[in-house]
């Protein structure tokens, strides 16, 4: 593992894969034992689904206690159904929670029956009513693309350009369909950020994000920035091959 100096964006660390298996294991450990009903936020893309299945396959791995305590949702969604294999969730469920026994009960989902906006009033409503409005996630995990968005604030994005005051949108990504996110201000009330990004497709946009010219508005992942006291980088030899 070899640590680089906390910058304006937060930690980064840059790990192989089994480090940074290692890291959000024990990551959502803590996050369970330190606060009550605490909540973990998955994301979506490649490296989640390796981690699930090694999980799935490594249970005795993790603190099943803690893990049974947590409220689990994603960080952002694609508006499908579920069972869909592009369902950020869906894929959370089928490769690791199922297979943990994780009780519906503690299990937050996007209501994609209903239209978009309807979906992420109620989505508001219930963490609103379960949580508070003030708080965000305990522990929020990122993905980032290779045109630098995180969660679904894409390049453009009118929630970058309009922030709002909500925790939770509905937005239109051209060319995408719906997704629903949690926003700045969600992102702003989180206890951790943990960002992930792995590989040589990565290698431009971390360079892009970390050592690039302020512009959030097209490179979301600028954005961390704002919370760098919170948010750790995971990054492989690969994609940090350009910092």
Not at 44 to 53: L, M, R
Not at 147 to 173: M, Y
Request: some cysteine; hydrophobic content about 35%.
């Amino acid at each position: 593992m070899k640590k680089e100096p906390k910058n304006t964006y937060g930690q980064i660390l840059i790990l192989n894969q089994q480090e940074i298996f290692d890291f959000l294991t024990n990551a959502i450990s803590t996050t369970a034992q330190g606060h009550e009903n605490a909540t973990v936020a998955l994301t979506g893309g490649s490296t989640p689904k390796v981690y699930y299945k090694f999980i799935k396959e490594n249970p005795q791995l993790i603190d099943k206690k803690a893990w049974d305590s947590i409220t689990w949702m994603t960080s952002d969604e694609r508006y499908v159904p579920l069972e869909s294999e592009d369902s950020n969730f869906g894929c959370a469920t089928r490769g690791m929670l199922d297979a943990l026994q994780i009780t519906q009960q503690n299990r937050l989902t996007w209501n994609t029956s209903l239209d978009p906006k309807e979906c992420a009033n109620q989505f508001n409503k219930q963490w609103n009513q379960k949580f508070s409005s003030n708080k965000g996630f305990d522990l929020c995990f990122l993905g980032m693309g290779d045109d630098c968005h995180t969660a679904s604030l894409f390049p453009q994005s009118e929630l970058l350009k309009n922030p709002i005051e909500t925790n939770f949108s509905e937005i239109e990504v051209p060319g995408k369909g719906w997704r629903l996110t949690t926003t700045i201000n969600g992102l702003s009330k989180c206890g951790q950020i943990i960002i992930t990004a792995t590989g040589a497709n990565k290698a431009k946009a971390l360079n892009q994000i970390i050592n690039g010219e302020y512009d959030p508005i097209n490179k979301p992942s600028q954005i961390l920035k704002q919370f760098s006291d919170k948010v750790t980088w995971l990054v492989d030899q690969e994609a940090a091959s350009d910092l």
